[in-house]
Protein backbone atom coordinates (compact mmCIF):
# COMPACT_ATOMS: atom_id res chain seq x y z
CA UNK A 1 0.00 0.00 0.00
CA UNK A 2 1.47 3.32 -0.85
CA UNK A 3 0.16 6.86 0.30
CA UNK A 4 0.09 9.68 -1.41
CA UNK A 5 -1.47 13.47 -1.26
CA UNK A 6 -3.96 14.53 -3.68
CA UNK A 7 -3.81 18.59 -4.37
CA UNK A 8 -7.47 20.15 -4.26
CA UNK A 9 -8.77 23.33 -5.61
CA UNK A 10 -12.16 25.03 -4.99
CA UNK A 11 -13.77 28.06 -5.25
CA UNK A 12 -13.23 28.53 -1.41
CA UNK A 13 -9.59 27.75 -1.71
CA UNK A 14 -7.62 24.69 -1.94
CA UNK A 15 -7.46 21.98 0.15
CA UNK A 16 -6.00 18.71 0.34
CA UNK A 17 -7.42 14.52 0.03
CA UNK A 18 -4.85 11.75 1.85
CA UNK A 19 -4.99 9.24 -1.04
CA UNK A 20 -4.43 5.36 -0.01
CA UNK A 21 -3.15 3.15 -3.06
CA UNK A 22 -2.92 -1.01 -3.21
CA UNK A 23 -0.10 -2.34 -4.34
CA UNK A 24 -1.87 -3.06 -7.86
CA UNK A 25 -3.65 -0.80 -10.15
CA UNK A 26 -7.14 -0.23 -8.89
CA UNK A 27 -10.09 -0.02 -11.48
CA UNK A 28 -12.24 1.28 -8.74
CA UNK A 29 -12.38 3.83 -5.75
CA UNK A 30 -13.67 5.12 -2.61
CA UNK A 31 -14.00 8.36 -1.35
CA UNK A 32 -14.00 8.57 2.47
CA UNK A 33 -15.80 11.56 4.03
CA UNK A 34 -13.91 11.93 7.49
CA UNK A 35 -15.89 12.14 10.74
CA UNK A 36 -15.61 15.56 12.50
CA UNK A 37 -12.53 15.47 14.04
CA UNK A 38 -11.14 16.34 10.91
CA UNK A 39 -8.79 14.11 8.92
CA UNK A 40 -6.84 11.97 11.60
CA UNK A 41 -5.05 8.35 12.32
CA UNK A 42 -8.38 7.04 12.23
CA UNK A 43 -9.41 8.36 8.88
CA UNK A 44 -5.43 7.31 7.25
CA UNK A 45 -6.01 3.82 9.04
CA UNK A 46 -9.67 3.78 7.47
CA UNK A 47 -7.94 4.47 3.81
CA UNK A 48 -5.59 2.15 4.36
CA UNK A 49 -8.15 -0.67 4.74
CA UNK A 50 -9.81 -0.25 1.93
CA UNK A 51 -6.32 -0.33 -0.34
CA UNK A 52 -5.68 -3.18 1.10
CA UNK A 53 -8.79 -4.75 0.09
CA UNK A 54 -7.61 -3.56 -3.63
CA UNK A 55 -9.75 0.06 -3.82
CA UNK A 56 -7.80 2.96 -4.50
CA UNK A 57 -9.27 5.21 -1.64
CA UNK A 58 -9.20 9.62 -1.45
CA UNK A 59 -10.49 11.34 1.70
CA UNK A 60 -10.38 15.23 1.27
CA UNK A 61 -9.86 17.03 3.74
CA UNK A 62 -13.36 19.27 4.18
CA UNK A 63 -11.73 21.31 7.17
CA UNK A 64 -8.39 22.47 5.05
CA UNK A 65 -6.26 21.24 7.78
CA UNK A 66 -7.57 21.64 10.91
CA UNK A 67 -8.16 18.45 13.52
CA UNK A 68 -9.23 18.22 16.71
CA UNK A 69 -10.19 15.97 20.12
CA UNK A 70 -12.45 17.92 21.28
CA UNK A 71 -15.81 17.35 20.93
CA UNK A 72 -16.91 21.01 21.15
CA UNK A 73 -14.08 22.15 18.60
CA UNK A 74 -15.37 19.11 16.47
CA UNK A 75 -18.79 20.92 16.75
CA UNK A 76 -17.70 24.53 16.30
CA UNK A 77 -15.95 23.07 13.00
CA UNK A 78 -18.56 21.10 11.96
CA UNK A 79 -21.04 23.91 11.86
CA UNK A 80 -18.73 26.13 10.53
CA UNK A 81 -18.68 24.21 7.31
CA UNK A 82 -21.30 24.87 4.81
CA UNK A 83 -22.69 22.53 2.49
CA UNK A 84 -22.01 23.79 -0.79
CA UNK A 85 -18.44 24.32 0.78
CA UNK A 86 -18.07 20.49 1.53
CA UNK A 87 -20.21 18.82 -1.21
CA UNK A 88 -17.87 21.45 -4.17
CA UNK A 89 -14.83 19.81 -1.92
CA UNK A 90 -16.36 16.14 -2.39
CA UNK A 91 -17.01 16.56 -6.17
CA UNK A 92 -13.76 17.80 -7.06
CA UNK A 93 -12.10 15.19 -5.05
CA UNK A 94 -13.94 12.71 -7.43
CA UNK A 95 -13.27 15.13 -10.41
CA UNK A 96 -9.27 14.79 -9.59
CA UNK A 97 -9.26 10.95 -8.97
CA UNK A 98 -10.94 10.39 -12.11
CA UNK A 99 -8.37 12.60 -13.52
CA UNK A 100 -5.31 11.51 -11.65
CA UNK A 101 -5.47 7.69 -11.35
CA UNK A 102 -8.18 7.16 -14.18
CA UNK A 103 -10.39 5.02 -12.50
CA UNK A 104 -13.71 4.02 -13.89
CA UNK A 105 -16.18 3.64 -10.52
CA UNK A 106 -15.80 5.74 -7.58
CA UNK A 107 -18.22 4.82 -4.22
CA UNK A 108 -18.87 6.45 -1.18
CA UNK A 109 -18.81 6.51 2.18
CA UNK A 110 -18.74 8.58 5.33
CA UNK A 111 -19.00 8.58 9.09
CA UNK A 112 -20.66 10.76 11.07
CA UNK A 113 -20.49 13.94 10.11
CA UNK A 114 -18.83 12.13 6.71
CA UNK A 115 -21.88 9.98 6.92
CA UNK A 116 -24.03 12.60 6.36
CA UNK A 117 -22.31 14.31 3.33
CA UNK A 118 -21.68 11.14 1.43
CA UNK A 119 -25.95 10.44 1.78
CA UNK A 120 -25.97 13.98 0.35
CA UNK A 121 -23.58 12.96 -2.03
CA UNK A 122 -25.65 10.12 -2.85
CA UNK A 123 -28.12 12.08 -3.68
CA UNK A 124 -26.57 15.02 -5.58
CA UNK A 125 -23.93 13.77 -7.73
CA UNK A 126 -25.42 11.07 -9.86
CA UNK A 127 -21.82 9.50 -11.51
CA UNK A 128 -21.52 7.52 -8.02
CA UNK A 129 -21.69 3.77 -8.42
CA UNK A 130 -22.28 3.50 -5.12
CA UNK A 131 -22.50 5.15 -1.10
CA UNK A 132 -21.99 3.56 2.18
CA UNK A 133 -23.20 6.49 4.58
CA UNK A 134 -22.48 5.26 8.73
CA UNK A 135 -24.74 6.95 11.16
CA UNK A 136 -24.93 10.31 8.98
CA UNK A 137 -27.99 12.51 9.20
CA UNK A 138 -30.92 13.04 6.40
CA UNK A 139 -31.10 15.69 4.18
CA UNK A 140 -34.26 17.27 3.57
CA UNK A 141 -36.76 15.46 1.58
CA UNK A 142 -36.36 17.30 -1.47
CA UNK A 143 -33.22 16.01 -1.39
CA UNK A 144 -33.19 12.80 -0.54
CA UNK A 145 -36.14 11.57 -2.76
CA UNK A 146 -33.65 12.34 -5.73
CA UNK A 147 -31.33 9.52 -4.51
CA UNK A 148 -31.08 7.08 -6.77
CA UNK A 149 -27.03 5.50 -6.32
CA UNK A 150 -27.48 2.22 -4.52
CA UNK A 151 -27.06 2.47 -1.24
CA UNK A 152 -26.41 0.81 2.09
CA UNK A 153 -26.69 3.00 5.14
CA UNK A 154 -25.56 1.77 8.57
CA UNK A 155 -26.65 3.07 12.45
CA UNK A 156 -27.11 1.92 16.02
CA UNK A 157 -30.35 1.70 17.45
CA UNK A 158 -28.72 3.04 20.71
CA UNK A 159 -27.65 6.40 18.65
CA UNK A 160 -29.11 10.12 20.27
CA UNK A 161 -28.37 11.80 17.18
CA UNK A 162 -28.99 9.76 14.45
CA UNK A 163 -32.12 7.86 15.93
CA UNK A 164 -33.98 5.40 15.33
CA UNK A 165 -36.34 7.61 14.68
CA UNK A 166 -34.68 9.71 12.10
CA UNK A 167 -33.89 6.12 10.83
CA UNK A 168 -37.51 5.26 10.39
CA UNK A 169 -37.84 8.59 8.22
CA UNK A 170 -35.33 7.61 5.74
CA UNK A 171 -37.48 3.97 5.67
CA UNK A 172 -40.05 5.69 5.09
CA UNK A 173 -38.97 7.76 2.09
CA UNK A 174 -37.31 4.96 0.53
CA UNK A 175 -40.60 3.24 0.50
CA UNK A 176 -42.59 6.82 -0.77
CA UNK A 177 -40.03 7.25 -3.13
CA UNK A 178 -38.99 3.64 -4.22
CA UNK A 179 -34.93 4.80 -2.96
CA UNK A 180 -31.87 1.93 -3.59
CA UNK A 181 -31.34 2.26 -0.34
CA UNK A 182 -30.80 -0.78 2.14
CA UNK A 183 -30.31 0.23 6.17
CA UNK A 184 -28.63 -1.95 8.35
CA UNK A 185 -29.13 -1.43 12.18
CA UNK A 186 -27.29 -2.35 15.07
CA UNK A 187 -27.46 -2.93 19.27
CA UNK A 188 -24.60 -0.17 19.21
CA UNK A 189 -24.08 3.41 19.66
CA UNK A 190 -23.12 6.52 17.51
CA UNK A 191 -19.83 6.26 16.17
CA UNK A 192 -19.70 2.46 16.60
CA UNK A 193 -17.01 1.66 14.26
CA UNK A 194 -14.38 3.91 15.62
CA UNK A 195 -12.30 1.78 17.06
CA UNK A 196 -10.33 4.47 18.76
CA UNK A 197 -13.16 5.43 21.05
CA UNK A 198 -13.41 2.27 23.24
CA UNK A 199 -16.63 4.16 24.77
CA UNK A 200 -18.76 3.58 22.23
CA UNK A 201 -16.89 0.70 19.91
CA UNK A 202 -18.35 -2.30 18.97
CA UNK A 203 -16.36 -4.75 17.35
CA UNK A 204 -18.81 -7.34 16.73
CA UNK A 205 -21.53 -4.29 14.78
CA UNK A 206 -18.20 -2.76 13.45
CA UNK A 207 -16.61 -6.34 11.37
CA UNK A 208 -20.32 -6.92 10.31
CA UNK A 209 -20.66 -3.91 8.82
CA UNK A 210 -17.10 -3.84 7.27
CA UNK A 211 -17.70 -7.38 5.47
CA UNK A 212 -21.62 -5.72 4.34
CA UNK A 213 -19.74 -2.29 2.97
CA UNK A 214 -16.74 -4.69 1.00
CA UNK A 215 -19.60 -7.15 -0.46
CA UNK A 216 -21.94 -3.81 -1.53
CA UNK A 217 -18.75 -2.34 -3.04
CA UNK A 218 -17.63 -5.12 -4.76
CA UNK A 219 -21.17 -5.84 -6.23
CA UNK A 220 -21.78 -2.19 -7.17
CA UNK A 221 -18.10 -1.31 -8.88
CA UNK A 222 -18.07 -4.69 -10.05
CA UNK A 223 -13.97 -4.92 -8.52
CA UNK A 224 -12.38 -7.78 -8.52
CA UNK A 225 -10.55 -6.99 -5.35
CA UNK A 226 -8.90 -9.69 -2.84
CA UNK A 227 -11.46 -11.23 -0.74
CA UNK A 228 -10.00 -10.94 3.27
CA UNK A 229 -11.99 -10.46 6.74
CA UNK A 230 -11.53 -7.21 8.67
Not at 6 to 19: Q, Y
Not at 27 to 53: F, Q, S
Not at 110 to 130: D, P, S, V
Not at 155 to 181: C, F, H, M, N
Amino acid sequence: MKSETLKLSTSRGETTAVVARPDEEAAAAVVLIHEWWGINDHVRDLAGRYAGEGFLCVAPDLFRGKTTKDSKEAAKLMHELETVDAMETIREAIAETKRTYQTEKIAITGYCMGGTYALRAACEIKELAAAAPFYGDMPEEKVLSKLDVPTIFFAGTRDAWISPQKVGSLKEAARKYQLPVETISYDADHAFFNDTRPEVYNAAAAADAWQRVLKFFRENLSEVARSSGA
